[in-house]
């Protein structure tokens, strides 16, 4: 009997026993060319970092929007190097076979020396495959620093929530023509600078798409229209786990929050009517062990 063909896979594809093949730097740029759109992932624990092994995102980025979804503060400004590198740890456990993408965080990369010591802490602690800090023109001797010491490296322009406080909160970026020729400069320090790929964030659909094709190496967009080469966002922002707000950009794809809720009100419910656990929900003994045992209990009573 002939066996038949199986279907050819696609890099990033699970292997077929299980093992899916990381992304590499090569294959995210070369996604320029070929047209390949690239899924990326922000997310900022083991389980989450799992969901997205499982799911076949491209690369998973470690943002330090995990200062708001993880640990409650109104801004990323908050984190810090210590607070990334013990989440970059459980992102990299949970999904071992995903190009990781770590962000890093305010004021951590303010000068090239800091830079350099943090991107390689990045590096070395949480196993990292690359970093992004923010930022453009202003940075370009930051990033080209980064690159020329051998750190795969990327950036963000746009919305940079870093300079939110300059920007006079999260307002988008580009909509007049000087602006948009800001971000334009802008992308082009960064691709001079050697990065191997950008991220625009809440830039009107059309800049971002014309100012991606002016350039060399990838885009990915988070609020940045269809134009890019590569979409970004926060998995529980998709997936309807954080709940404080929801930017115009983010689309729900699943509503765990209410699905969490319900069945913790449930739990609660049968627990306080004495349903749960039930035989099926609990562990059983031997009888003659029992009796044995409560025998014992009753005859210590009466000592």
Sequence with gaps: MQ???????????????????????????????????????????????????????????????????SHGHRSTVPATMDMMVLHGQAVR????????????????????????????????ETLCDAVKPQGGKSQAHILKALVDAGIPTASHIGLTPHT????????????????????????????????????????????????????????????AGVG?????????????????FKPKFTKRFAKLTEVAVNGIKEYVKEVKDGAFPDDDHSYTVNEAEYEKFAAMVAKRRHV
Aim: proline share 5%; with cysteine.
């Design 228 to 244: 890019t080469d590569g979409q970004i966002l926060l998995c529980y922002d998709l997936l309807g786990v954080f709940t404080d």
């Design 3 to 69: 066996e038949k063909a199986r279907p050819a896979t696609k890099p990033g594809d699970a292997k077929p026993e299980g093992k899916r093949e990381k992304r590499t730097i090569t294959e995210i740029r070369d996604s320029k060319k070929t047209g390949e759109k690239m899924v990326y992932m922000s997310v900022p624990d083991y389980t989450s970092a799992q969901w997205a092994e499982m799911a076949g995102v491209d690369v998973a980025v470690l943002g330090d929007s995990l200062a708001m979804i």
């Design 93 to 124: 456990r949970g999904a071992p076979n995903t190009f990781m993408l770590g962000c890093m965080p305010y004021q951590s990369y303010n000068t090239i020396d800091r830079a350099l010591a943090n991107a390689s802490r990045f590096m070395q």
């Design 164 to 223: 939110i406080a300059m920007f006079g909160g999260f307002k988008i970026q580009g909509r007049t023509a000087d602006a948009a020729m800001k971000i334009l400069e802008a992308a082009f320090a960064i691709e001079d600078a050697g990065c191997f790929m950008l991220e625009f964030e809440a830039v009107p659909a059309k800049i971002a798409k014309l100012i991606s094709e002016q350039l060399t190496i990838p885009t990915i967009g988070i609020g």
